[in-house]
């Protein structure tokens, strides 16, 4: 039994629309996290967070060294993460678009 193989341009716009909400999905979980002054230390958590820094600190840190966070006393709010998801949505779309034709 011979299965089709050919890929369109809609399954790899989907496939990538699917990546694009799995990374949105990940940067809105780091945020939540940033809320969350300590957690508790069980292993599988601990793989689970590391997981999340590494896939989304290197995008997060672009944004992050052009905008510093904004000091209210003894406070900061970051807002580079709202600029960076505001960024990723907008590009991503486009990029979407332009595969899907």
């Not at 299965?3 to 809105?28: G, W």
């Not at 944004?63 to 000091?71: K, V």
């Given at each position: 039994?011979?299965?089709?193989?050919?890929?369109?341009?809609?399954?790899?716009?989907?496939?990538?629309e699917?990546?694009?909400?799995?990374?949105?999905?990940l940067?809105?979980?780091?945020?939540?996290?940033?809320?969350?002054?300590?957690?508790?230390?069980y292993?599988?958590?601990?793989?689970?967070?590391?997981?999340?820094?590494?896939?989304?600190?290197?995008?997060?840190?672009?944004?992050?060294?052009?905008?510093?966070?904004?000091?209210?006393?003894?406070?900061?709010?970051?807002?580079?993460?709202?600029?960076?998801?505001?960024?990723?949505?907008?590009?991503?779309?486009?990029?979407?678009?332009?595969?899907?034709?």
């Amino acid at each position: 039994m011979i299965l089709p193989l050919a890929i369109t341009r809609v399954d790899v716009a989907k496939y990538v629309e699917t990546l694009l909400i799995v990374y949105y999905v990940l940067i809105f979980i780091r945020i939540l996290l940033s809320w969350i002054p300590r957690m508790p230390y069980y292993r599988w958590l601990e793989v689970v967070l590391t997981f999340i820094h590494e896939v989304t600190d290197p995008y997060l840190n672009i944004f992050r060294r052009f905008m510093p966070p904004l000091r209210f006393g003894g406070a900061g709010i970051d807002l580079s993460a709202a600029v960076a998801m505001f960024v990723l949505i907008i590009v991503g779309q486009i990029v979407v678009g332009l595969i899907h034709g």
